[in-house]
């Protein structure tokens, strides 16, 4: 069992990676724009689900951040939640600031 606390230090911590650096159609990216491993220390671009499995290595942590992200952007179409989050954030209209705002109420959820 996971605390919200930690569920929610784990998003806080997922928007900080997305605010300094996001990507599509790669879990993550180094400042060649080279796909890599999210949490290798090379990465500086990250897509949503890439930034939360960066910030932990917990997968318990992991799924329940993954599953109230995709619960707060009201997501079920794609099977999982993270192939739900991965669907938004490389859909063609998605932006960083969609992103980061995405992150937002997926955090203020965490205390709902």
């Known amino acids: 069992m996971v ?3 930690m569920v929610k230090k784990v998003l806080q911590k997922a928007k900080g990676r997305l605010s300094e650096g996001w990507c599509k159609n790669n879990y993550a990216m180094d ?5 890599v491993d999210a949490p290798r220390k090379t990465a500086v ?11 932990t290595n917990s997968d318990a942590l992991r799924q329940e951040a993954k ?4 619960s707060s952007l ?8 993270w192939d739900d989050i991965t669907e938004f954030n490389d859909a063609e209209r998605t932006r960083k600031a969609t992103v980061i705002r995405a992150i937002d109420r ?4 965490v205390d709902a």
Do not use: E, T, W
Request: glycine share 6%; proline share 6%.
């Open 3 to 5: 605390s919200k606390s």
């Open 31 to 35: 400042k060649a724009n080279d796909p």
């Open 45 to 55: 671009k990250f897509c949503m689900v890439g930034a939360i499995d960066s910030v």
């Open 67 to 70: 599953r109230i992200l995709a």
């Open 74 to 81: 009201k997501l079920q179409d794609y099977g999982s939640p």
């Open 106 to 109: 997926a955090i203020k959820a």
